[in-house]
């Protein structure tokens, strides 16, 4: 007999993080963050257009998990992100994130995704977006402080989009730069395992800073940064946790994502909350200057933004066009009569002998 | 070698609209609303204890997508709903809705599974357990005005948890009416087809009035209503959309789930802001009469609060136990390492012969 329940149409792709890493991995991890990138771009040449509404928040005293929503009027998007710092003790992971993409004329999502790897991909391509408008031109080294879960993603970011050649570690734990120089071995970059800040910074034209201290720290003393650097400051992303001091602040030019979330979450939460800042869409689209000369130190303060995933989601939806083992699964119900929801009982009750156990597959 | 990816600590399980069908049809739907009907009413005997953010709406021309978050502390959930009105035109639904549950202490979803249908059996279970404290003691036969997708579902949850035996449906569409009566044929009720609001009502103890007409209706006329009856008002469910005549309202004792939202969504829209209403999880631990005496009306402003959907997955991830089929979805990244996300990628390149299509696997 005909089946009532036709779930042909309600098959949502889904990208879990084995398929995430093949995807990537197939097209290329640089080339991966370099379409990405062009894709934040676009999107914050469009940055009015945007819902900016602050993101939801569910504190416990282990930690927070949060739900990043926005739209642009035709695609809307959230993104599910814990960050839970006692996780490693037991194991998982501080931050885990996966996300929707949502058609906005018909409300239904479009897309699944973990998140996890895509939003370390979607944090370098945003900061070497961002560093293309505001590093010295012709910038060659990068210094790296903190050799984490992102540090090989911002190195080749910073390569494939601006060009530079050698990256310089350091890591107050030596075994996270051992861990980044062997993952960046073979990579196109001379890399420089340092034991200082300080010699970090050596002859570096951009200094990143993407360390995981909890806590107002001072991961660049101002003393250390000289005239000309363009500095692009990503773990301090959160209330209590900085990293440059706020001297450096006060020399440099500084550039954020959303000033609403950054005087809360970014570096210049050490600042008074009319220190000016400017943000970053301003330079894209001509409306504020970027890097103005070679002495002005720049600063990028950036927290990470609902825009980005929304970015990153659309990318990776865009990019699904051309793979054609891309997972389904029947989160949406389509009853062939929206008014007979309870017909799913009744088909199943005709089909009793047939195999009902989860539905996934594959199109092509 | 010794894969670096680790997926098994974080496979998901996922329930979609295959396997909820299954689940349900192997309990029973009867059953399962009576469980979730126990799990909703505990939870709202903790009602204090949850978290009540107002919801996330992203509103368009077309319709909304809405974010309904929740925690009980111990425990975090939201459900993803839209409501498109014009998606029939194009054989798509209304609304659609998936959840996911999360465990507060790590921040990691335990639970991702689609909510279509369970929303129906938890407005339905929701309906009933309310019923339990404010309907007619030894109410036998329920009107149900407006018989699309969730009559069904009440009728079958009051049959249960309140023992009705009779139920007389009417619509103004008559065709909705037959498709009830052929779902609920052979469910143990005696089922009459109405033809007139009027005759629906007659003899009824509870008046239940989930119709979908999208503005101010005036379903149940004040000279339609008698003392006593117990009206279980769901339809009227969004701003500008009700479903009872304003006088009812005055003539009766009303209860909703959470008042902030009920003044905005609820019937009680119509009437002034500092009408008296009762939070119903008051009656259920004792601090507010609920049926007082014979001749009262008592009417239930049903809109859906995030606790039922709360309860709803709580309930069903608690059904899971007792389940050896169901599917798991790779949506949490795992490495061994959290600093070394990137590994994901050397340990691709590193087996690239293998099949690293999407990972799906079944828990048992």
Redo the contacts between chains.
């Keep these: 007999m005909k089946s009532a ?1 036709e ?1 042909k ?2 098959a949502l792709p ?6 995430m ?2 995807l ?2 197939t097209v290329g ?1 640089e080339k991966f963050m370099r379409g990405l990138a062009n894709y934040i771009e676009e999107d914050f040449k469009r940055w009015p257009l945007f ?1 900016k ?1 602050p993101r ?1 928040a ?1 504190h ?1 005293q ?4 949060e ?1 990043m ?1 926005t ?1 642009d ?1 035709s695609s ?1 998007t ?1 993104k ?1 992100v ?3 710092p006692k ?2 003790k ?5 931050v ?1 994130a ?1 996300g ?1 993409l ?1 058609d ?6 479009i897309l ?1 995704s ?1 998140m ?2 895509l939003t ?1 991909l979607r944090t370098a391509a945003t900061s070497a977006m961002v560093a293309k408008y505001l590093a010295p031109e012709d910038s060659t080294t990068m210094a790296m402080i903190g050799n ?6 911002q190195a080749l970011a910073f390569k494939e989009i601006i060009g530079i050649n050698t990256v310089r570690l350091y890591d107050i734990d030596p075994a ?1 730069t051992e ?1 980044a120089v062997k ?1 960046l071995t073979g990579k196109g970059l001379e890399i420089i395992a340092c034991k200082s800040r300080e010699e970090a910074i050596n002859g570096a034209q951009i200094i990143t800073t993407c360390t995981a201290d909890k806590r107002y720290a001072t991961i660049l003393e101002d003393s250390m940064v000289s005239a000309g650097v363009h500095i692009n400051a990503i773990g301090g992303d959160c209330p209590g946790k900085t990293e440059l001091d706020g001297n450096i602040l006060k020399r440099g030019d500084i550039f954020v994502e959303y000033e609403p979330q950054a005087r809360i979450e970014g570096d210049i939460q050490q600042l008074d909350s009319d220190h000016p800042v400017t943000e970053f869409w301003q330079v894209i689209l001509g409306k504020a200057p970027g890097r103005k000369n070679r002495e002005q130190i720049t600063i990028f303060d950036g927290v990470g933004f609902s825009v980005e995933d929304f970015s990153a989601l659309r990318f990776l939806y865009d990019q699904l066009k051309a793979v054609n ?3 389904e ?7 062939n ?10 088909d ?2 005709d089909n009793k002998n047939e195999n ?5 597959s ?1 199109f092509g």
């Design positions: 329940v779930l149409n309600s889904f990208v879990g993080v084995d398929q890493v093949d990537v991995t991890v819902d509404s939801y569910s416990s282990e930690g927070v998990i739900l929503p739209s009027g809307f959230f599910y814990n960050g839970h996780n490693t037991v194991g998982l992971q501080t885990t996966f929707v949502s906005v004329n018909s409300g239904y999502p699944l973990e996890t790897v370390a984490g879960a992102q540090s090989e993603f996270a861990k993952n083992n891309i997972l699964i029947d989160l949406i119900a389509q009853p009569d929206p008014r007979n929801l309870f017909g799913f009982f009744e199943k009750a009902f156990c989860g539905n996934v594959q």
